[in-house]
């Protein structure tokens, strides 16, 4: 059974791996733009995550359907089978496996030389819960799916391509890596705070040297609460009339799941590795659903549990210290920076900071690497939420990736026609760095390159001089992209002036053909 | 094999592939610059040949059979570019890009004159690459007619390209496909322009350079664009008249017309000057077609153009 887990975890891995890589747009001229190609949603793990559709739903006081459709499975896994979801599936669990295997000499597998904080985890899952009973979501920092697929596309994805492309002259090397080019955007892709995020995964993946599966004991709130669905499983571990109490089990266990001289489990922690079994000498542990005659389960005292509370209050309330950066009334920030352009489709900032559980998954499909982590735009509540910079990348026309993936629906998904009046922001001419309004140069770039017909010109003394046309403009950066003029800071910029998120669609199509006006050329 | 070995062998491997990535970059450019045009065949000063057709393929074989076929521009073998105008993300029938039944033929013609290859190049403006050729129907058009697309997606696809003849330009850049070509086939759409007021065939070699941004901020686009033409060595133009378009160029979507001309011409100044009459303009109102006149790289005097229609 243990090389049943393996190859469970392989497949699994194997899974994640090529969602990871069919997460590139492809051109479908049906839909007239980029889809996704793919047997599965490429978010497929992030679906299925329970901590992520708990928090998100109970911190924006939705419900969505077909949201906990998705994660049923894992729910149903998890009350018949306790946490086998971490011994068997997810794919942060096999890469910690197998990161320990290098972190620790095997003479160091032994419970009795680690370190671990099993009840840590259950803080952070009650500060996670609280906050969000409180209306603001903070389960994306440490969920172990948002988690993976965030720091491997804003850290990994991006120097592995740059790598691949640099030895693509090399001979016979080469060849390789130019095929490999369609497992990755068009563009290279870069992220800021990149790193950040692959030193937290790094970090991770390096608790090896304080116990095996460190995280899996010590942090994670996915596996904290796992453990607390599944604390009465049906198919368990228990032991056989062949134990002889000589403890091999409960000092080879990885998650130090065993007490009680091998008889007794705690079911919140047993990840169904079979480790135990395959180390008993005398077939004396048993996975089965035999009820066994000890059980142990997991010392939270009252007291613990209001320590989980106290921890989850002051998490929530320095969560919600951000609620002034959210003052909304249209949908729209008031107090956050002007560059707050989010992508089209996004449901308002109050709702959107509560949704968007920061996978990355948008910024991974967006072709031109527009869609960043944010850092001041949004303020605290919405830091690494997607933000358009439109110097990065315009959002092209022709495409609806982003929301497509998006698991949480924070971004909803729409159409390309529907792009013509989802309004994200609006473009603005510097007349003091614009060379034509500056200096009288011939220019233009902008009119060239709006997608919307959204810039015009009229002729002042015989010059053609450029315009934005608000009714057309919906922010989408292909000016400030294309624009000649500037380094980070174009003559032509973007700003969220302008957005309509807090209206609903037919309204916002509606407001375009009210104030839609012809205009020369 | 043990550890310390095994770093040994992998440090060495990465310093090797990373001196070898350095030297394949190294010799890309100092290749074969692309140097003066080549040789204009005898008599074609000054001449276009104009097919009429609805369909654009039979226009363009009426008009490349009166110019006397392309064995004068491709030997056996030979690797011939073209360079359409796909910049945009607008399908066929909205006229911004050049007709992908015209590519195709062109390929086909390609083919049948000798060539080894046919390459369709382009450095497109809106992105991703691959999703503007196929929306613009190219894509499509080049697998069907047994060509290869090659699509520029960063610096690392151009090398320097010396402009010795340039008033203003002296040095630019030039897509590596296109420096590494025999032969180059300028494949432009007609087209209105907000800046250029026309965008022809000397316009459109403005896809061949990487920092297209840097001849906005330069002192004359015009002239900069006649320029560059007297260092790109375009054996032939074949200017893409099917359907035009007449408002809101280069991008649109604006007014088309179906005009159902192709122009094919070995004089890119006087394929460019009898396309301007299309759109009820002459020569002298495109700043670029009149420098470039001046640099001499041919005719732009409608009264000394010579239209030969098919």
Redesign the interface.
């Known amino acids: 059974m243990k090389s049943a887990r393996r190859i469970s975890q392989g497949l699994f891995l194997i899974l994640f791996a090529v969602l990871f890589a069919l997460s590139v747009?492809?051109?479908d001229?049906s839909a007239g733009?980029?889809k996704i190609v793919s047997p599965l949603p490429v978010e497929l793990f992030l679906l299925i995550d329970p901590l992520l559709a708990g928090a998100s739903m109970l911190s924006s006081r939705t419900f969505t359907p077909a949201h906990v459709l998705w994660i049923l499975p894992v729910v149903l896994l998890t009350i018949l089978c306790g946490r086998a979801f971490c011994g068997w599936v997810c794919p942060l669990g096999t890469c910690i496996d197998a990161a320990d295997r290098v972190a620790r000499r095997k003479a160091d597998r032994r419970t009795t030389r680690e370190r671990s904080w099993p009840r840590l985890k259950y803080y952070i899952l009650a500060g996670i819960i609280v906050t969000a009973a409180m209306g603001a979501q903070v389960a994306w920092l440490l969920d172990p799916q948002a988690l993976l697929v965030r720091s491997l596309t804003l850290g990994a994805a991006p120097p592995a391509q740059w790598t691949l492309?640099?030895?693509e002259?090399?001979?016979a090397?080469?060849q390789a890596a130019g095929a490999a080019r369609g497992l990755f955007?068009?563009?290279?892709a870069a992220f800021r705070q990149g790193l950040i995020a692959a030193l937290m995964l790094a970090a991770i993946l390096a608790g090896g040297i304080l116990s095996r599966r460190f995280w899996c004991r010590s942090l994670c709130p996915l596996g904290a609460l796992l453990g607390l669905i599944g604390r009465i499983p049906l198919f368990r571990r228990s032991i056989t009339p062949k134990c002889n109490e000589c403890r091999l089990c409960e000092i080879d266990c990885k998650m130090d799941a065993i007490s009680g001289n091998g008889a007794a489990t705690v079911t919140e922690e047993c990840i169904y590795c079979y480790s135990c079994v395959a180390v008993c000498p005398r077939e004396g542990n048993v996975l089965s659903t035999a009820k066994p005659e000890r059980s142990a389960p997991l010392n939270l005292s009252r007291r613990h549990l209001l320590t989980g509370i106290g921890v989850g209050a002051v998490w929530s309330f320095a969560a919600r210290t951000a609620i002034s950066e959210k003052a909304t009334r249209d949908g729209t920030s008031r107090l956050a920076g002007l560059r707050l352009i989010r992508p089209p489709g996004s449901v308002g900032e109050d709702e959107f900071t509560e949704l968007c559980v920061r996978c990355g998954e948008c910024m991974k499909v967006c072709?031109?690497n527009g869609l960043q982590p944010a850092l001041a735009e949004a303020g605290l509540a919405g830091i690494w939420t997607p933000v358009l910079a439109p110097r990065a990348?315009?959002c092209?026309?022709?495409?609806t990736l982003c929301g497509d993936v998006c698991p949480t629906h924070a971004i909803q998904p729409f159409t390309v026609a529907e792009k013509d009046y989802l309004y994200i922001g609006r473009a603005a001419i510097d007349r003091s760095t614009c060379?034509v309004w500056e200096s009288g140069?011939?220019?233009?770039?902008c009119?060239?390159?709006?997608?919307y017909?959204a810039i015009y010109?009229q002729k002042e003394g015989g010059t053609?001089m450029p315009h934005v046309d608000p009714a057309r403009c919906v922010g989408c950066g292909?000016c400030e992209n294309?624009?000649?003029?500037g380094g980070p800071n174009a003559a032509i910029r973007v700003t969220c002036e302008g957005e309509k998120r807090g209206m609903p669609r037919d309204q916002q199509k509606a407001w375009r053909a009210a104030n839609i006006t012809e205009h020369p050329? | 094999m043990n550890r310390r070995r095994f770093l040994e062998i992998a440090g060495v491997a990465s310093v090797g592939a990373a001196v070898a990535g350095c030297a394949g970059k190294q010799s890309a450019q100092t290749g074969p610059s692309a140097g003066a045009p080549k040789e204009r065949p005898a008599g074609q000063d000054g001449v276009v040949y104009v097919g009429k057709n609805a369909d654009p393929a039979k226009a363009l074989v009426a008009a490349v059979a009166a110019a006397g076929g392309l064995k004068s521009v491709i030997s056996p073998g030979a690797t011939v570019a073209l360079k359409p105008n796909a910049a945009w993300a607008r399908s066929p029938e909205q006229a911004a890009a050049t007709n992908p039944a015209l590519v195709a033929q062109m390929i086909r013609l390609c083919r049948e004159a000798g060539a080894g290859k046919v390459i369709v190049f382009e450095h497109t403006i809106d992105r991703p690459s691959q999703m503007v050729l196929g929306i613009t129907g190219i894509a499509k058009a080049v697998g069907e007619a047994g060509g290869e697309l090659a699509l520029a997606s960063g610096e690392p696809d151009f090398q320097t390209l010396e402009v010795p003849r340039g008033k203003l330009l002296k040095q630019d850049t030039i897509a590596k496909t296109l420096a590494k070509a025999d032969v180059i086939i300028n494949m432009p759409k007609a087209k209105r322009h907000s800046q250029t007021e026309l965008t022809l065939g000397l316009k459109n070699l403005m896809g061949c350079i990487w920092n297209r941004q840097a001849w906005h901020t330069g002192p004359d686009l015009s002239q900069y664009i006649a320029d560059y033409a007297t260092a790109l060595p375009v054996s032939l133009t074949v200017t893409d008249a099917s359907r035009v378009l007449l408002t809101n160029g280069p991008k649109g979507p604006g007014q088309t017309k179906d005009l159902n001309e192709v122009i094919v011409s070995f004089d890119p100044v006087a394929a460019d000057a009898y396309a301007c009459g299309l759109f009820e303009m002459k020569p002298a109102d495109v700043a670029h077609i009149v420098h470039a006149a001046e640099l001499g790289l041919g005719q732009h005097d409608i009264s000394k153009i010579t239209v030969k229609r098919v």
């Open positions: 747009g492809r051109l001229l733009g980029l492309r640099s030895i002259g090399v001979p090397l080469g955007p068009e563009q290279q072709p031109t990348g315009e092209t026309q022709k495409c060379v140069k011939q220019c233009l770039v009119d060239e390159v709006c997608s017909d010109w053609k292909i294309n624009c000649p003029v050329e």
